[in-house]
């Protein structure tokens, strides 16, 4: 089966960063895309970032362009969200999705999550 495992979320002030980790096991890391979602209270659970196998493809939901970079070290199975320049409104669980696919410039999840991670952000 397939684990991913989220860290690295916190509490930061507005303008502050983060960067959350996830580290995948169960798949043959390198074949996969994976994503970053959120659920802030009383939303949807939205796309943040996805990435494809190789990492060279890259997608992000239009609020966190230019602030947020997803990226992935295949040699360590891990996908990497590094989050600048934090807004309050990013408050959110933040989860993994691993092996989903990316396709004509957009992620599509999998069934596989992990079970997320808290950031917070003050204003």
């Known amino acids: 089966q397939v684990q991913l495992v989220e860290s690295g979320g916190g509490l930061v002030q507005a303008g502050g960063y983060l960067r959350l980790s996830c580290a995948a096991s169960?798949?043959?890391?390198?074949?996969?895309?994976f994503g970053w979602y959120r659920q802030a209270p009383g939303n949807q659970r939205e796309l943040v970032a996805g990435i494809s196998n190789g990492g060279g493809l890259t997608c992000y939901e239009d609020s966190v362009k230019g602030r947020f970079t997803i990226s992935r070290d295949n040699a360590k199975n891990t996908v990497y969200l590094q989050m600048n320049v934090l807004k309050p409104e990013d408050t959110a669980v933040y989860y993994c999705?691993?092996?989903?696919?990316?396709?004509?410039?957009?992620?599509?999840?999998?069934?596989?999550w992990g079970q997320g991670t808290q950031v917070t952000v003050s204003s």
């Open positions: 169960g798949l043959i890391f390198s074949s996969y895309a």
């Open positions: 999705n691993g092996g989903g696919v990316y396709t004509g410039g957009r992620y599509y999840s999998s069934t596989n």
